[in-house]
């Protein structure tokens, strides 16, 4: 009976670090999605931030070549 005690114990203890490694699992794929959001967001950023100063650039040539 002792026996069956411990390892009912034993087998619940394994389940326990089973789901705390799935946990840790699942967080660090979110965490890995959320990096990758965020740098998608940065090269965008910096897209229209290089089209914005394209702009800039063009109508600033324009205004000299009237003048």
Same mark, same amino acid.
Do not use: P, W, Y
């Given at each position: 009976?002792? &026996?069956?005690?411990?390892?009912?114990?034993?087998?619940? $203890? +394994?389940?326990?670090?089973? /789901? &705390?490694?799935? &946990?840790? +699992?699942?967080?660090?794929? $979110?965490?890995? %999605? /959320?990096?990758? %959001?965020?740098?998608?967001?940065? %090269? %965008?950023?910096?897209?229209? $931030?290089?089209?914005?100063?394209?702009?800039?650039?063009?109508?600033?040539?324009?205004?000299?070549?009237?003048?």
């Amino acid at each position: 009976m002792k &026996t069956i005690l411990g390892f009912v114990a034993a087998l619940s $203890l +394994a389940a326990c670090g089973v /789901e &705390t490694a799935s &946990t840790a +699992a699942t967080a660090a794929a $979110l965490k890995k %999605q /959320e990096i990758e %959001q965020g740098q998608q967001n940065l %090269q %965008q950023f910096q897209q229209k $931030l290089d089209q914005a100063n394209q702009q800039s650039q063009q109508r600033a040539e324009q205004a000299g070549a009237e003048k």
